[in-house]
């Protein structure tokens, strides 16, 4: 009798928890209901040491889940060094990275070094104001790089 009332408990709680839209997943972290996310403009130039812009240097945004790195976007610098990404993500994550990666050698005028740098939160302007604990709205961040030739 007890084995019959466990399995019919286990088989209602189980159902249960599956219309309420829980479950688990080892290899995918995902977005749990409530989770806050912003979205940030991240723009700038790159340069070198001497201050001259360079064109074609893939800018990556990425960030950290679980143990691996998720690449969030990825752009070249345009003409006259400039770059504009877009990137929605947890509030200042610190798990958040600028790579960037000079992918054409010598085409932009000399091989540069690869860098990571962190993303300056601090520098952010809020653009739209966020309208709740899982919205906190939309950032403009600025930040140039500086790349050392190789």
């Not at 839209?21 to 972290?29: A, I, R, T």
């Not at 994550?93 to 070094?113: L, R």
């Not at 709205?137 to 140039?144: A, E, H, S």
Request: glycine residues 10%; proline residues 2%.
């Amino acid at each position: 009798m007890k084995i019959r009332f466990f399995r019919w408990y286990n088989a209602v709680l189980t159902a249960l928890l599956a219309v309420l839209g829980y479950g688990c997943s080892k290899d995918e972290p995902m977005d749990m209901y409530g989770t806050p996310t912003a979205r940030y403009h991240l723009s700038g130039t790159v340069a070198d040491e001497t201050g001259k812009r360079i064109d074609g240097i893939l800018i990556s945004i990425e960030e950290k889940n679980g143990n691996y790195w998720e690449n969030l976007i990825s752009k070249k610098s345009e003409y006259g060094g400039s770059y504009h990404v877009y990137f929605e993500t947890w509030p200042e994550s610190s798990s958040t990275k600028i790579i960037i990666q000079d992918i054409d050698g010598d085409a932009n005028g000399g091989e540069f070094a690869n860098d990571t740098i962190d993303i300056d939160y601090q520098s952010a302007i809020v653009l739209v104001k966020g309208e709740n604990f899982v919205d906190q709205g939309t950032y403009k961040i600025v930040q140039d790089i500086h790349l050392k030739k190789k």
